[in-house]
């Protein structure tokens, strides 16, 4: 498995705590991605979205010995404006099929009070067609959630996999929004696992104790080891992506280096990769 970053944990690291933007900071950036031994950066497609930024940005992972296998990009699905949201994303993910980009991850605009079943169906029939175009492009759709598609028997998570064809659109597991949406429980994310896990595509990693989120990987809230099990069953072959987050209550006396360092180390021990 190829194990990388996530962009999120750089985007607090320096644009939230410092009021650096990323854009600024790239070389920067990806020279402690590497240093924390990294093999992968995901970044979203607005950071690569003209040839001139994929150009820079293929210079920048050359340079540092990276590789963005997955990327994430934001959608509007869930109304009549699907059209013109899943047009942007395709004219963007060519740029990340250029950059070597198989996976492109989305998390349809969440709602805070919910979608209605109209509008759910209306954004299955949208990811649906994304992920047929992205598949005639060389790149697997994989759909991601936070919390509030968990809600109310986790309706919006499951019904853009069962209302999706397999063949258009995979699975991005992040482990803890399933996790937390699901009430900080693990038989949820293994119960997902179970049903879906032929679908995964790609992996984001997240750790919390006592349901705070963690300053890098480690032994936590969840066990991993389950999972570990479930992905050498299903020879799931990565991108396997760290995106641990700070949150009110999460230590931050590490450098945002070392976190990823310690995360991989983590990950290397509990994966075996």
């Known amino acids: ?9 750089w985007y607090q690291a320096y644009q939230e705590a410092q009021g650096k933007p990323l854009s600024e900071h790239w070389d920067e ?3 402690q991605v590497a240093e924390a031994g990294c093999q992968a950066f995901e970044n979203t497609v607005d950071a690569i979205a003209t040839p001139e930024l994929a150009e820079a940005m293929g210079r920048l992972l050359a340079k540092h010995g990276l590789t963005m296998p997955s990327v994430y990009a934001g959608s509007r699905l869930h109304d009549e404006r699907w059209e013109e949201s899943v047009a942007e994303v395709l004219e963007r993910a060519q740029f990340a099929r250029q950059l070597g980009a198989t996976v492109l991850v989305t998390n349809p605009q969440p709602l805070p009070q919910g979608k209605t079943d109209a509008e759910l169906r209306i954004q299955a029939k949208a990811l649906d067609i994304l992920g047929r175009e992205l598949r005639g492009l060389g790149l697997r759709l994989a759909f991601h959630n936070h919390s509030v598609e968990m809600r109310a028997s986790a309706r919006e998570f499951h019904h853009m996999l069962l209302g999706t064809d397999p063949a258009h659109v995979g699975l991005c597991l992040d ?21 879906y896990g032929a679908r995964i595509a790609s992996l984001h990693l997240r750790q919390s104790r006592r349901g705070i989120w963690t300053q890098s990987l480690c032994a936590g809230d969840i066990d991993y080891s389950p999972l570990v099990a479930s992905l050498r069953a299903l020879r799931f072959e990565g991108p396997l992506i760290m995106e641990q987050a700070v949150e009110a209550g999460t230590p931050r006396d590490l450098p945002a280096v070392e976190r990823e360092r310690l995360s991989r180390q983590w990950v290397r021990a509990v994966f075996g990769v």
Request: hydrophobic fraction near 45%; avoid cysteine.
């Open 1 to 9: 498995m190829i194990v990388g970053t996530q962009s999120y944990t």
């Open 29 to 31: 950036i990806l020279a």
């Open 175 to 195: 482990t803890h929004w399933i996790y937390r949406g699901a009430g900080n429980s693990e038989v949820a994310l293994y119960d997902i696992v179970q049903l």
